[in-house]
């Protein structure tokens, strides 16, 4: 849903959320097939599940992004044809924000666990690090100079 909403902005801001989003969904793969697999001893099971997880944002882009429904129930409450940039801006912050809420909340105290605490704060700051200069090239190829 992202790509879709961010492609308003641009080509070049949806296609960078697009690989940033590819990226990030293998270790959300592996992520759902290991547990599944040493839980159950089956490749094919964790396989079958991971990539059922992986569903959900298609079907989210689908859900959104489908102008075609008969009775027009859900096009202008998922997704208006004329929607505002700083809405979108503010859903995208929104949910930026969820997801460092939860690596902070809930794997930081993890890693503190199993790495120990300066791997871990080592780990934390090389990555925000690594997509902070992510980010600063994004936003000088997303945007055409003025």
Same mark, same amino acid.
């Given at each position: 849903m992202a790509v879709? %909403?961010?492609s308003m902005k641009g080509l070049r801001v949806g296609?960078?959320?697009?690989?940033a989003i590819a990226l990030h969904n293998i270790p959300e793969g592996v992520a759902v097939a290991l547990p599944v697999y040493f839980a159950t001893q089956s490749k094919w099971k964790a396989f079958k599940l991971a990539t059922i997880s992986g569903f959900?944002?298609?079907l989210g882009v689908i859900i959104v992004g489908n102008r075609d429904f008969s009775d027009g129930l859900f096009e202008p409450y998922l997704f208006p044809s004329n929607l505002n940039p700083e809405?979108?801006?503010? %859903?995208l912050g929104s949910v930026g924000g969820v997801m460092a809420f939860l690596t902070l909340h809930e794997m930081l105290p993890l890693a503190f666990d199993y790495a120990g605490q300066k791997?871990?704060?080592k780990a934390v700051f090389v990555g925000m690090a690594f997509m902070s200069a992510r980010t600063c090239i994004f936003l000088k190829s997303a945007y055409p100079k003025t």
């Open positions: 879709f %909403l961010g296609l960078n959320l697009a690989i959900a944002e298609p809405i979108l801006e503010g %859903l791997q871990a704060v």
